[in-house]
């Protein structure tokens, strides 16, 4: 098909970039988004209908670890970034980033309810030559069958007048090295067209842009990357498992096979697996393969042995007590780090929540110490507000035992060790930094 007017304008504003870029939902994914956009030489209009988060922009304030303060502030000030809750502030934008959460309902089936209400806003300010690109995790057929069709009732023709692609987020927070700008960039259009204004414009910004055949093939490749965490992490928790069966250390085991050079990749064991992806994601796949007579065996079974994962950290802490003669029943139990993985600070879908739902449950007393989240707020089945105790010898001495739920880098692992009485440490922490006691340490 041959381009388009509407397409050649949008490419010429591209590489002259002096097109507007909006960006529908400022979370862990739009915020380093838009503010990569806006470094690029965008100018970038970030929507999100929380209006606290939209007035924090505005005033140059960061609330994402893995943006960089200043360099937020400096966009803002430089008059290149600004955010609204109004989406008829997005008329004038030539490209549409949308990037609101995808998550499960109760029974485990998509929730697209995020993507539906903003493409239901949006397709009211569609005009002639915009981009509109998908970022959000979600099941190969979101983007042709569930958002193009939205979007066509606009009357806009696909490929000539109107362009849509599937880009997915691939960020992993905390990440020290990939971040928003060098993570290689899938793209798939709903026309070749569409394809390559949108690889056009990730190329603007993003060290390497791979672009792909549909829409299809860079959503199921997103989900695909994230089961393939799921499972491998599942195949080391099922590992830990047996080898704690056994008498076996797993961690020994694991860096043992881990020094083949080849053919292999060591994953982690640990109390469960959280956050918004791995948890999640692949049962939006496995949900899609439903409609096709599919059952896919490995996602549900390592949703179950990932599940398993902290009613197995509690089992051991008992075990832990019991040898010290103590109950679980009545003591008072330290949880270190509540975040879903180390060094970030989201406690969403984090598997110690579940650890302390399941010991409050049992009759502990549960505390935690998290220095990056130092209040945790309600959400799923966690219904209180509890605030991060601070780590000190006396309440260490005073707790009955202290569960590493998460290795943060930025814990005193020594205080730990010289005052609390029992240790046990699910992240194989305290032995990678060589700290053996006086505390009695047992590994998961
Ligand atoms: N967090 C990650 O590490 C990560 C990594 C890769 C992909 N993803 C995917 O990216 C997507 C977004 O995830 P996130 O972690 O950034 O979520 P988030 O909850 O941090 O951010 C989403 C934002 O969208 C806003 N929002 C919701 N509905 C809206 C609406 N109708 N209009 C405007 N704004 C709206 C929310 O207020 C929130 O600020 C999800 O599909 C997720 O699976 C997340």
């Not at 388009?4 to 970039?17: G, H, I, Q, T």
């Not at 997005?90 to 990037?99: C, F, G, M, Q």
């Not at 020994?252 to 640990?270: H, S, Y």
């Not at 060790?417 to 930094?433: E, G």
Request: net charge neutral.
């Amino acid at each position: 098909m041959p381009w388009s007017p509407e397409a050649d304008e949008l490419k010429r504003r591209l590489v002259a970039r002096d097109a507007v870029v909006g960006v529908v939902g400022l979370g862990y994914v739009g915020l380093p988004l838009a503010v990569e956009q806006a470094r690029a030489g965008f100018r970038v209009v970030g929507l999100d209908d929380n209006g606290a988060k939209v007035d924090q922009v505005n005033r140059g304030e960061n609330y994402i670890p893995d943006v960089a303060d200043a360099d937020l502030a400096a966009m803002v000030e430089a008059g290149r970034f600004s955010a609204t809750t109004r989406y008829s502030d997005l008329a004038r934008a030539d490209v549409i980033l949308v990037a609101v959460p995808t998550p499960l309902t109760p029974n485990k089936e998509p929730d697209l309810s995020y993507i539906l209400a903003v493409a239901d806003r949006i397709r009211g300010i569609l005009r002639a030559g915009q981009l509109v690109v998908l970022e959000s995790t979600t099941y190969p057929g979101t983007t042709e069958e569930v958002l193009r069709p939205i979007l066509e009732t606009s009357g806009l023709r696909v490929g000539e007048e109107l362009f849509i692609a599937y880009s997915p987020e691939r960020v992993d927070p905390g990440n020290a090295v990939y971040h928003t700008r060098n993570t290689p960039k899938l793209v798939g259009g709903s026309t070749a067209v569409c394809g390559e204004l949108a690889a056009l414009f990730y190329r603007q910004s993003l060290t390497e842009v791979v672009q792909v055949a549909s829409p299809a093939v860079a959503e199921m490749a997103k989900v695909f990357e994230n089961t393939y965490r799921a499972v491998n992490i599942a195949l080391v928790n099922e590992m830990a498992l047996l080898a704690d069966r056994m008498g076996l250390d797993v961690w020994a085991v694991l860096e043992a096979a881990g020094t083949k050079p080849f053919g292999i990749q060591i994953f982690q064991p640990g109390p469960g697996v959280g956050g918004h992806c791995i948890p999640l994601d692949p049962f939006y796949l496995a949900w899609k393969a439903r409609e096709y007579d599919f059952s896919t065996r490995f996602i549900e079974l390592a949703g179950e042995i990932n599940l398993r994962m902290p009613y197995f950290v509690v089992e051991k802490l008992q075990a832990g007590l019991n040898a010290l003669r103590k109950p679980l029943n009545g003591a008072s139990v330290l949880l270190l780090g509540v975040a879903y993985k180390k060094d970030i600070n989201d406690p969403r879908e984090s598997p110690a929540l579940k650890v302390m739902e399941l010991l409050e449950a049992r009759g502990a007393r549960v505390s935690y110490h998290d220095p990056n989240i130092p209040v945790l707020r309600p959400q799923a089945s966690f219904t209180r507000t509890a605030r991060s105790v601070p780590l000190d010898p006396e309440r260490l001495k005073a707790v009955d035992a202290v569960v590493v739920t998460t290795d943060h880098s930025n814990v005193d692992y020594r205080l730990v060790a010289d005052y609390a009485p029992f240790v046990l440490d699910t992240r194989n922490v305290m032995a990678r930094r060589g700290i053996t006691g006086p505390a009695r340490i047992v590994k998961l």
